[in-house]
Each structure stands twice: as structure tokens, then as C-alpha cells.
């Protein structure tokens, strides 16, 4: 059997890969860092508009705080833009599996399909239906609501306290563009921009 290992970007649906693959019975691991594929060892790449990527981590650990808003914000980008040279060295990769978060929230069940796909794994409709409920939105924010902070985690589920910060939504960014100060905004988009043009995002 294959084995997996769940990379990518950070607030992109990781977790909720994780937990689909690790249900299905596969040997996983979960990491953020670049990771080089095999053909026994795929790699499941999460993908996600970076804006939002930065407005998930903002709300996270500054929302509440005392920290900065607009020099957090700045910092939360400078750290994910890293990850645009590791989202394109997966796209060259014939074992990697990119999933966007926007495709994975808006039909869950296609996504589901596409990993049995590639890791070459039938499952009954019921199953099926089972494991997709387990890992749902829904679910998942309950047991993040259980916890207080993000340092809590239950290591079976990989879930962690405030975990789902923006509730999923997708377009999170306009959100908090619409308290930042201008110049902030403006920063964020222009850094934003080769990468969204690349995956094929919208720019503002």
C-alpha cells in the first residue's frame, strides 16, 4: 500500500486531508515544509488563496491580543510567502496531488474521491459517506470549540483550540482588509499578486 504525507500551506485544509487519509487506513504523516515525493509515497499538497492564508493566521494570534494588527498582518505574509516556491516545485512533481481548499470546501466529496483515486483505494458508499462526515467543517469546529487555545491538540484527530478561525469561509480576506490601514492592504495585495496570478486566483 502507498503512504502519504499531507504538506503545503498552512490554514488550507490540512488537517481535514489528514484525517481522510489517516481514516481510509494509510501510513500519514502531516508537515509544512517542502517534501519530496516518491511513487510509494504521495504527497497531498494543500493549496489556498495566500490572502486568506495571512487572514487565518492574523485571527488566530493576534485577534485579542495586544500585537499590532496591520504589523502583524505584515509579518503573517512575510512568513507564507515562502510557500509559493514550494507550491510550484509540487506542481513539477508527477507524485504530488495539489488540492485547493476553495475545490475541497465547496465539494468534499470530489475530494475524497480524487485521494482514494490516487492511493488507489476502494471504499463502500457508506464508507464513503462516513469518513466525509468525520472530517466535515462542522465536525471539526466542534472539537476546536472544545479547546480553548491553539497550543491545546488532540493527537488523534490533529485538531487544535481555535483552529478554525475564519469558520472556513472562503474571500476571509476582504474581511480583515477592511480594518488594516490602507498601506497595509496595498502591501499585502502587491506581494500577493505573482503568486494569485499564478494559481489563478483573482487579484483586487
Given at each position: 500500500?502507498?503512504?502519504?504525507?499531507?504538506?503545503?500551506?498552512?490554514?488550507?485544509?490540512?488537517?481535514?486531508?489528514?484525517?481522510?487519509?489517516?481514516?481510509?487506513?494509510?501510513?500519514?504523516?502531516?508537515?509544512?515544509?517542502?517534501?519530496?515525493?516518491?511513487?510509494?509515497?504521495?504527497?497531498?499538497?494543500?493549496?489556498?488563496?495566500?490572502?486568506?492564508?495571512?487572514?487565518?493566521?492574523?485571527?488566530?494570534?493576534?485577534?485579542?491580543?495586544?500585537?499590532?494588527?496591520?504589523?502583524?498582518?505584515?509579518?503573517?505574509?512575510?512568513?507564507?510567502?515562502?510557500?509559493?516556491?514550494?507550491?510550484?516545485?509540487?506542481?513539477?512533481?508527477?507524485?504530488?496531488?495539489?488540492?485547493?481548499?476553495?475545490?475541497?470546501?465547496?465539494?468534499?466529496?470530489?475530494?475524497?474521491?480524487?485521494?482514494?483515486q490516487r492511493l488507489e483505494i476502494e471504499v463502500s458508499p457508506t464508507r464513503r459517506r462516513r469518513i466525509i462526515a468525520y472530517c466535515s467543517l462542522e465536525k471539526n469546529k466542534e472539537r476546536a470549540d472544545s479547546m480553548k487555545e491553539f497550543s491545546e491538540?488532540?493527537?488523534?484527530?490533529?485538531?487544535?483550540?481555535?483552529?478554525?478561525?475564519?469558520?472556513?469561509?472562503?474571500?476571509?480576506?476582504?474581511?480583515?482588509?477592511?480594518?488594516?490601514?490602507?498601506?497595509?492592504?496595498?502591501?499585502?495585495?502587491?506581494?500577493?499578486?505573482?503568486?494569485?496570478?499564478?494559481?489563478?486566483?483573482?487579484?483586487?
Open positions: 500500500m502507498k503512504t502519504a504525507i499531507v504538506s503545503g500551506m498552512e490554514c488550507a485544509g490540512s488537517t481535514a486531508i489528514w484525517q481522510m487519509i489517516q481514516q481510509l487506513g494509510v501510513d500519514v504523516s502531516k508537515e509544512h515544509g517542502y517534501t519530496a515525493s516518491n511513487e510509494n509515497r504521495i504527497v497531498f499538497a494543500t493549496l489556498r488563496d495566500i490572502r486568506d492564508v495571512v487572514t487565518s493566521l492574523w485571527r488566530r494570534e493576534c485577534l485579542g491580543t495586544k500585537n499590532d494588527p496591520d504589523n502583524y498582518a505584515l509579518g503573517c505574509m512575510k512568513y507564507v510567502e515562502a510557500r509559493f516556491h514550494q507550491m510550484r516545485y509540487y506542481e513539477m512533481d508527477a507524485n504530488a496531488e495539489i488540492i485547493r481548499y476553495e475545490s475541497f470546501m465547496s465539494n468534499p466529496e470530489g475530494t475524497f474521491d480524487r485521494i482514494c491538540w488532540n493527537r488523534d484527530n490533529l485538531i487544535h483550540g481555535n483552529h478554525i478561525s475564519t469558520g472556513g469561509k472562503i474571500g476571509s480576506w476582504n474581511d480583515l482588509a477592511a480594518t488594516l490601514n490602507p498601506e497595509t492592504v496595498e502591501t499585502i495585495e502587491e506581494k500577493s499578486r505573482e503568486f494569485l496570478l499564478h494559481f489563478g486566483y483573482e487579484t483586487n
